[in-house]
């Protein structure tokens, strides 16, 4: 259960450096970071049990951002009947607890298929929470074994049971489509294509940590970011919200160039050609 990283280049890391930093100084997505960083809507802390937040960050996928305080109820719930409630539970029952977020069938199929894997790991003697765990091998594992799953998931799964700051960066296909065109970072196809944008990212902040921990304080950010650690998730946010606020649309204030140029917004090349 192991996969083999490719090592980022000097460059990538460099223009990942780059683009974190900008995109930190816009007051937006600073505004959306702080909101998220110390306690996410999407997993929060208050869930303790560990499968129950690898529960919810596979429950979290299809579910738009409007419907938020939705889901959290639906999890809130979850958490409360507790993971091996929720294992005995009649699929008609699961069905009931998250119609209000879409997707019954999926949904009920991904708890099935989570609670295998976690059986098995069990039984194999994998803790995903040990800091020895190798967890690009449960990344993949996850992956090819639980329904409803893919790497986007898996990684989120193995955040969110590890902890906010545990060093994973999770990798969406907004991420792997728009962002790293932004960056000119070339993925290979399919599904692949997240866990070598993961690698990129987490490689980028382990080779300039102590540069990303420095934007915090010059921007300063009001999150919590503990000592020792590398600022994985703080930078995850950085991204996640400057790809929604600026690159979903895109904003029209965004440089057209692939990769964007050193300004990134506000740039001479924003304007759309006529």
């Not at 298929?113 to 990344?139: F, N, R, Y």
């Given at each position: 259960?192991?996969?083999?990283?490719?090592?980022?280049?000097?460059?990538?890391i460099?223009?990942?450096?780059?683009?974190?930093?900008?995109?930190?100084?816009?007051?937006?997505?600073?505004a959306?970071?702080?909101?998220?960083?110390?306690?996410?809507?999407?997993?929060?802390?208050?869930?303790?049990?560990?499968?129950?937040?690898m529960?919810?960050?596979?429950?979290?996928?299809?579910?738009?951002?409007?419907?938020?305080?939705?889901?959290?109820?639906v999890?809130?719930?979850?958490?409360?009947?507790?993971?091996?409630?929720?294992?005995?539970?009649?699929?008609?029952?699961?069905?009931?607890?998250?119609?209000?977020?879409?997707?019954?069938q999926?949904?009920v199929?991904?708890?099935?298929?989570?609670?295998?894997?976690?059986?098995?790991?069990?039984?194999?003697?994998?803790?995903?929470?040990?800091?020895?765990?190798?967890?690009?091998?449960?990344?993949?594992?996850?992956?090819?074994?639980?329904?409803?799953?893919?790497?986007k998931?898996?990684?989120?799964?193995?955040?969110?049971?590890?902890?906010?700051?545990?060093?994973?960066?999770?990798?969406?296909?907004?991420?792997?489509?728009?962002?790293?065109?932004?960056?000119?970072?070339?993925?290979?196809?399919g599904?692949?294509?997240?866990?070598?944008?993961?690698?990129?990212?987490?490689?980028?902040?382990h080779?300039?940590?102590?540069?990303?921990?420095?934007?915090?304080?010059?921007?300063?950010?009001?999150?919590?970011?503990?000592?020792?650690?590398?600022?994985?998730?703080?930078?995850?946010?950085?991204?996640?919200?400057?790809?929604?606020?600026?690159?979903?649309?895109?904003?029209p204030?965004?440089?057209?160039?692939?990769?964007?140029?050193?300004?990134?917004?506000?740039?001479?090349h924003?304007?759309?050609?006529?």
């Open positions: 259960m192991t996969t083999e990283r490719a090592k980022a280049k000097t460059l990538e460099r223009r990942v450096h780059r683009l974190v930093a900008r995109a930190a100084s816009l007051p937006d997505v600073q959306e970071v702080e909101a998220n960083h110390d306690e996410n809507r999407w997993w929060p802390t208050s869930i303790s049990d560990p499968r129950v937040r529960l919810a960050a596979g429950w979290s996928t299809r579910v738009s951002y409007r419907m938020v305080e939705t889901y959290a109820r999890i809130a719930s979850a958490n409360a009947q507790g993971f091996d409630n929720l294992v005995t539970a009649t699929d008609a029952e699961l069905a009931a607890l998250v119609r209000p977020i879409g997707l019954p999926t949904r199929e991904y708890l099935r298929s989570l609670a295998e894997l976690l059986l098995g790991w069990d039984k194999d003697g994998i803790d995903p929470t040990s800091e020895s765990a190798d967890c690009d091998g449960l990344v993949l594992d996850f992956a090819e074994r639980v329904r409803g799953a893919s790497y998931v898996a990684q989120c799964a193995l955040l969110t049971a590890r902890g906010y700051h545990c060093g994973i960066i999770p990798v969406d296909s907004g991420m792997v489509t728009k962002l790293a065109p932004a960056l000119g970072i070339a993925l290979p196809s599904a692949v294509a997240h866990e070598r944008m993961r690698h990129v990212l987490e490689a980028a902040v080779a300039r940590s102590a540069e990303f921990r420095s934007l915090v304080s010059q921007h300063g950010y009001q999150v919590t970011i503990p000592e020792g650690v590398e600022p994985t998730w703080w930078a995850h946010l950085v991204l996640i919200y400057f790809k929604r606020l600026y690159l979903n649309g895109p904003a204030q965004l440089c057209r160039q692939r990769p964007v140029c050193t300004k990134v917004v506000d740039c001479a924003h304007t759309r050609p006529a």
